[in-house]
Structures are given as structure tokens and as C-alpha cells.
């Protein structure tokens, strides 16, 4: 059972593009859901987070937006850069577990 | 600051052995859960350590088990490996007296676990 979605498995953007990639969940226990970045070979790295009482949260070039009556979250990657090209996972935090559930992965390449 | 350390960073094992993986937390940090990452998908919430007690598992089987030590360390041990118990084992660690919301949990760099 995949409680997290995440879409496109595969991106292609431009230099100075933006990446969008979307996660939509089911679990109403949910309640924190981050955003990792994972390069070949490495472990996951915290890129940025949001509570479900913040529709928008902004970090330099990297902004979740989340909809919390459509249990959906994306991440938009402002004027992308080759150096982003990698692997992202979002995830959502259950409540009472601690646990992290994670979406499949969107494989984003950025071309120079 | 050390970040989550584990170790060993890669290690080959024949099928039936077994294997134990290590990782000391985030200074700071007393709660430890490990993850499996097989190859071109997410990771899998395998168990979750606080207290040197297991207090929450993924659905894996009895041949994965676990310890934590008073130091907060913690190891993963696979017993009877099986070929699709390669991947990457992946351990995070956090603090539970944030609360789930405050939290922010940090992931090492792995251990790569190849079975043949």
C-alpha cells in the first residue's frame, strides 16, 4: 500500500528552469512532511519541511507548497541549476510513530 | 557537530550469513530508526529505537533485529541473508522530546549491503 504518491518519476529542465514535483498522500495522521535530496551513492539529505498549518514555505531557490484538503504537497526548485540534478524523495512523518514514509522518487535532471 | 555516522560503508555477504550494521546518532539526538533503500526506490521504515527499546516496526521479518546502547549507538543486525536483502540500510536519527512536529530527522550516509 503506496500512502505516498509522488510524481513525475523522471524530470528534464533547462538551466534557470523551474522543477516541480508532486506528492499527494492519504493519511489523515500525517503530520509533518519533509523533502530529501539524495545524490548517487549518498544518504538522503533534509532539503526543506512543512507542518500542515502553512500552506507555502520558502528557502532560497527551493518553495513547498501544500493543500491540505487535497492531501498534496509539491516542491518547486527555482532557476535550476546542473548542480541539483539528483534524486528526490518527499515523505510524510505519521504522527504517533515517528515513522517516515516516503514517495517513490523523481530523478531530476538539470541540463546546462 | 558530528552528523549520523555509519559504518561499515560497503561490505559483500553470502546468502545464510549474517551481517551487522552500526550508526551513532546526531549529537543530541536519542532516538534511532533504520531504513532500507533498495535499489531506484524510497526508503522503507524498518524499526525505531528510543530508550534501548525497539518501540516501533516496519513490516519486515524477525531476521532483522535491533539494540541500542546507553550511548544512544545503535546496530541492525540480518540474520539468514537473503539476495533481496541488498540495498542500501540507511539510519536516522532525531530527538523524541520535539514531538513529531518539531522534529527534524537526520539521515547517514549509509551502508551498502550487497548479498551474493
Known amino acids: 500500500q503506496q500512502q505516498v504518491k509522488q510524481s513525475p518519476q523522471s524530470l528534464i529542465v533547462q538551466k534557470g528552469g523551474i522543477s516541480i514535483i508532486n506528492c499527494a498522500y492519504e493519511n489523515t495522521a500525517f503530520d509533518y512532511f519533509p523533502w530529501y535530496q539524495q545524490f548517487p551513492g549518498k544518504g538522503p539529505a533534509l532539503l526543506i519541511a512543512?507542518?500542515?498549518?502553512?500552506s507555502e514555505k520558502k528557502e532560497g531557490r527551493f518553495t513547498i507548497s501544500f493543500n491540505k484538503s487535497a492531501k498534496q504537497f509539491s516542491l518547486h526548485i527555482m532557476d535550476s541549476q546542473p548542480g541539483d540534478s539528483a534524486t528526490y524523495f518527499c515523505?510524510?512523518?505519521?504522527?504517533?510513530?515517528?515513522?517516515?514514509?516516503f514517495g517513490q522518487g523523481t530523478t531530476l535532471q538539470v541540463k546546462p | 557537530d558530528a552528523g549520523v555516522t555509519q559504518s561499515p560503508t560497503h561490505l559483500i555477504k553470502t546468502r545464510g550469513q549474517q551481517v551487522t550494521l552500526r550508526c551513532s546518532p546526531k549529537?543530541?539526538?536519542?532516538?534511532v530508526s533504520w531504513y532500507q533503500q533498495a535499489l531506484g526506490q524510497g526508503p522503507q521504515f524498518i524499526f525505531q529505537?528510543?530508550?534501548?527499546?525497539?518501540?516501533q516496526r516496519g513490516n519486515f521479518p524477525d531476521r532483522f533485529s535491533g539494540h541500542q546502547f546507553p550511548n544512544y549507538s545503535s546496530e541492525l543486525n540480518v540474520n539468514a541473508l537473503l539476495l533481496g536483502d541488498s540495498a542500501l540500510y540507511l539510519c536516522?536519527?532525531?530527538?523524541?522530546?520535539?514531538?513529531?512536529?518539531?522534529?527534524?530527522?537526520?539521515f547517514g550516509e549509509g551502508s551498502w549491503l550487497t548479498v551474493v
Open positions: 529505537y528510543y530508550e534501548e527499546e525497539e518501540r
Open positions: 549529537s543530541g539526538h536519542d532516538t
Open positions: 515523505a510524510a512523518l505519521e504522527e504517533h510513530t515517528g515513522k517516515l514514509i
Open positions: 536516522a536519527s532525531s530527538l523524541r522530546s520535539l514531538g513529531a512536529t518539531g522534529n527534524t530527522i537526520y
Open positions: 512543512i507542518r500542515p498549518d502553512v
